[in-house]
């Protein structure tokens, strides 16, 4: 199972995350969460927010893996070094 975290820059003059993605490969399946900003006015869990309701799906899926014995690997990613 690999876990890898992607940190997401929208404007290069500030040096803010403006994003966070969470991804899950495993043998058999992959899911990703993802949180970026937007409208203060869109902060909603079922607008700009909605990717938390997939938490669980991430959780079920790296126990699942787990459970079957995959070893486990992170990768960190800032796009402001690429």
């Known amino acids: 199972m690999k876990v890898i975290e992607t ?11 403006s994003g966070v ?4 490969v495993t043998d058999t399946d992959k899911e990703s969460f993802s949180l970026s900003e937007g409208e ?4 909603y869990f079922f607008r700009d927010l909605s990717d ?7 959780l079920k899926l790296a126990y699942e ?4 014995g995959e070893a486990w690997e ?3 990613i800032d796009e402001s070094e690429e």
């Open 7 to 17: 940190h997401e820059y929208n404007n290069s003059d500030h040096e803010d995350v």
């Open 21 to 24: 993605e969470i991804s899950i």
């Open 40 to 43: 203060r006015e869109d902060m």
């Open 52 to 58: 938390v309701l997939s938490i669980t799906g991430l």
């Open 65 to 68: 893996a787990g459970k079957r």
């Open 74 to 76: 992170y990768e960190f």
